[in-house]
């Protein structure tokens, strides 16, 4: 799946929803299921599920929304 294209899609209907007034503009992003790294290899926890792997995730998905969010307000549409 295009991550990428489905947060600019979610960013777009925020946009649309924030043009309308509405009061329910905000929709939560999360990350998904993350990778074990560093301490989380020593830590018992349900899989896909560790701390610093969903950090990371977490760290990502801000990253491309950061990203997209500066695309859309730059966009002349």
Do not use: W
């Not at 489905?6 to 939560?28: F, K, M, T, Y």
């Not at 560093?38 to 929304?65: A, H, Q, T």
Request: charged share 30%; with cysteine.
């Amino acid at each position: 799946m295009d991550m990428v294209k489905v947060c600019q899609i979610l960013l777009q209907e925020e946009q649309s929803r924030r043009a309308e007034g509405r009061s329910d503009l905000n929709i939560p992003f999360r990350p998904g299921d993350g990778h074990e790294l560093l301490s989380d290899l020593n830590r018992k926890s349900f899989p896909g599920y560790p701390l610093i792997g969903r950090l990371r995730g977490l760290s990502e998905l801000c990253d491309v929304l950061h990203t997209l969010s500066r695309s859309l307000a730059n966009d002349p549409k």
